[in-house]
């Protein structure tokens, strides 16, 4: 019988350097091949099983947009919880005779109408926009997610209804109904703003939870767990809400920075938070009838106003990008 039709034995294989031959590896080459990443998974051991989230924490961590965003927003963090490490000064401590002074030794940003130090009341501004925006996002996100979600898993009357009530309140102009819901608030806090902005706020999200329960709940694995007498509650709990939260977290992030940036202009147009509780927008609103004489009173909480909010949206552009698959 010749090489031609003589049939293959079962030991034999593809070898490097030809057809035909035997390939012997030994225990550190065999290792080597199964540890060999693939083209997605650098690093990582081949086979080994990868979920969303750890695809979206290894691009996050590639990512200079998200790592620059969160560490000025660690930053301001930092500076919210203990704003005297940098900036040891009283911020409602005012001295007339150095109204409207420009930088000076120990002043860096100068000093506002009444002769208080713009430095400070930067730094401890902080505060009050973090508080907002970090409680008025997450009231927002689970309000939203609780209602959307239900509606979206069981339908019925009860998304019929939501729709209605988010329909309503979609039609609310939300700087309008700040003037009319906090110009009756006589608390100079924060929680009337958050407040309100979880009342304005829970609808979008509750259309998004909505859209993303229905589109989960269709998959097979659902089907799967309800045909094996799963209920409800474990259903949604440990089936659906892990699948459908991240278009809720991505578009929490990024309205986080929208939240921040109206309260101040609730507080620039004197229905948000008030004196004396610090606020950029308050400081904003005190400077913009001396831009002229003294821009700097405008420019430093401006800038850190401005700065907070890009900080925020670019977060959830990250996070939007590392979540999407579409985008991968």
Known sequence: MSDESRPVEPDEAISP?????????????????????????AGEPA??????????????????????????????????????????GDPLQANLLKSQ???????????????????TRVVHGARASVTVG?????????????????????????????????????????ILGGLVFLSVVTNSTVWPVIGFMILLGWPQLARIARGSVITARQNDYVQAARALGAGNSRILLRHIAPNAVAPVIVVGTIALGTYIALEATLSYLGVGLKPPTVSWGIDISDA??????????????????????????MLGDAVRDALDPKLR
């Open 17 to 41: 350097g030809g057809f035909g031959g035997t390939m012997d590896l030994g225990a550190s080459e065999a290792e080597t091949l199964e540890q060999r990443p693939g083209p997605e998974g």
């Open 47 to 88: 086979g080994k099983p990868r979920s969303l989230w750890s695809d979206a924490w290894r691009d996050l961590r590639r990512n200079p947009i998200f790592i620059v965003s969160a560490l000025i927003i660690l930053f301001l963090v930092f500076i919210s919880f203990w704003p005297q490490t940098i900036a040891s």
């Open 101 to 119: 002074e420009g930088s000076q030794p120990g002043h860096p940003f100068g000093f506002d109408e009444q002769g208080r130090d713009v430095y």
């Open 134 to 174: 970090v409680a008025a996002t997450a009231g927002v996100v689970l309000l939203g997610s609780v209602l959307g979600g239900l509606a979206g898993y069981f339908g019925g009357w009860w998304d019929a209804i939501l729709s209605r009530i988010s329909d309503i309140f979609f039609g609310i102009p939300v």
């Open 288 to 313: 913009s009838n001396e831009i002229r004489n003294a821009p700097h009173m405008l420019l430093w909480p401006a800038g850190a106003l401005s700065l907070t909010v890009l900080a925020f949206i």
